[in-house]
């Protein structure tokens, strides 16, 4: 990216503390590094690494400052002079190299450049002579006028390059440039210099990209398992008049148990809503509580076709029964949610159809005695068919992880059509209460 582009964006977004929205954040969260448990061994572990890489810097340091104090007191009793000559044009015409032992004077001694206004920097220098090669010839020879000083020593190469200014000696034989610039090899000066450019990278207007996309939004599909307890109350209605006693003694004798569901679905979600279709068992739980306190029984015994004697019992008669109705249905739900810090709440209407069912138990028929379900005074109480029925719940969510959810949805189901065939003399119908407790996976 150019660097004008860099400026452009910094400016445009100094300053400014907006909201993330719902739908990137929703996004872009699931992608975030989860926060490590903090652990006792880990503060100590980095107190251990800063004590080891303190004590290997030092132990670098010490022998490299004796090094280099011993290439200093080298250079103090040898030292190579190079002569430039130079034409009109600044450029190089011969360079004179010699070794010679430095003379031990009490007072300082001054080298002087002849023509200051001719004076070239090293920074020119180092232009002017980039592209020399190595194996370029030289002539060399004195001159007294311009000379630049550069102390060397073979082993560990300490070069210092100094342009045309003043160089004082003390007595003591060191040399301490005016203006000091950093060491830098010989060999660097002949190295060509480099014009390329690194190169503009291009993308095609079709061209994909990995990029989260902000402005569209994105669709994920999921599948949903659940399970959880239900209680469904049924209501009873008269066909004809004159049973209004039949249905008080059904309700007396009769008590709704909690059953309980399980389904699973496949979700189709989008950032603030989704769409749901499944299959879901759920089970209708009832149980008959008669007693006849006053209950006569008449026993007859007979032998070879013969009647040999009739038994009458008096006493209390108790019958209990476990009812149950099988159901599965097909729902499908409209989800719409919003989001509340971590936590996602949300309204869940909905639609679905009974398409099968079963039902085992006993009722009191029309003389308030225990029958079955198959047959009560002579017909059946319930058969199989279709049932719609409206559904309505409050999921509530939050994340396990990225792509795992937990959720819970209070709600209710009303069925539109009485479970009751249309022989029997009542309806009955069912509204069921339930609490799904399930687990969301996002593909």
């Known amino acids: 990216m150019k660097s004008e582009w860099v400026h452009f964006l910094q400016n445009l977004t100094m300053g400014q503390k907006k909201q993330v929205p719902d739908h990137i954040w929703n996004e872009v969260s699931k992608h975030l590094p989860q926060k490590p448990r903090r652990r006792i061994l880990i503060p100590l572990l980095w107190f251990l690494t800063g004590m080891l890489l303190s004590s290997g810097l030092i132990y670098l340091w010490l022998p490299n400052q004796q090094l280099i104090k011993g290439s200093f007191e080298t250079a ?8 430039h000559q130079l034409d009109k044009n600044d450029q190089i015409q011969a360079i004179v190299i010699s070794d ?8 300082p001694t001054k080298i002087i450049n002849n023509h200051p206004t001719e004076a070239i920097s090293k920074r020119k220098l180092l232009q002017k002579n980039v592209n020399r090669t190595n194996n370029q010839a030289f002539n060399f020879n004195e001159d007294e006028n311009n000379i630049e000083q550069i102390f060397g020593q073979k082993d560990g190469e300490f070069t210092t390059l100094r342009s045309k200014e003043v160089i004082e000696e003390s007595s003591d034989r060191t040399v301490f440039p005016i203006t000091p610039y950093l060491p830098v090899h ?10 390329s450019e690194l190169p503009e990278v291009k993308l ?3 061209g994909k990209t990995d990029c989260y996309q902000f402005g569209k939004q994105q669709t994920e599909w999921g599948l949903e398992v659940y399970t959880g307890p239900s209680y469904s109350p049924y209501q009873l209605k008269d066909k004809q008049d004159g049973l209004r006693t039949y249905i008080d003694k059904r309700k007396s004798t009769e008590s709704i148990r909690p059953g309980l569901m399980a389904g699973i679905r496949l979700v189709y979600q989008r950032p603030s809503w989704a769409l749901k279709l499944g299959l879901e068992y759920q089970l209708f739980y009832e149980q008959l509580n008669y007693r006849n306190p006053n209950e006569t029984k008449i026993i007859s015994y007979y032998r070879n076709g013969k009647l040999l004697y009739i038994d009458t019992l008096n006493g209390d008669r108790v019958v209990k029964h476990h ?6 249905n097909v729902p499908l739900m409209f989800h719409f949610s919003k989001k509340w810090k971590s936590v996602e709440i949300g309204i869940q209407p909905g639609v679905g159809v009974n398409i099968w069912s079963s039902h085992q138990g006993r009722i009191l028929d029309l003389q308030n005695e225990p029958s079955s379900f198959e047959s009560t005074n002579g017909v059946r109480v319930f058969d199989k068919k279709i049932i719609p029925y409206l559904s309505f719940h409050i999921p509530i969510s939050a994340p396990i992880s990225s792509h795992l959810f937990w959720f819970v949805e209070p709600g209710f189901q009303y069925y539109l059509k009485p479970f009751s065939t249309d022989a029997y003399p009542l309806e009955q119908s069912y509204l069921s209460y339930q609490v799904r407790l399930g687990i969301r996976m996002n593909f």
């Open 186 to 195: 010989p060999g660097l000066v002949s190295m060509p210099h480099s014009n």
């Open 204 to 206: 095609s207007a079709g």
């Open 100 to 107: 010679h032992e430095m003379e031990s004077t009490s007072s």
């Open 76 to 83: 103090n009793h040898k030292a190579t002079r190079v002569d």
């Open 323 to 328: 009812n149950y109705h099988h159901l599965l």
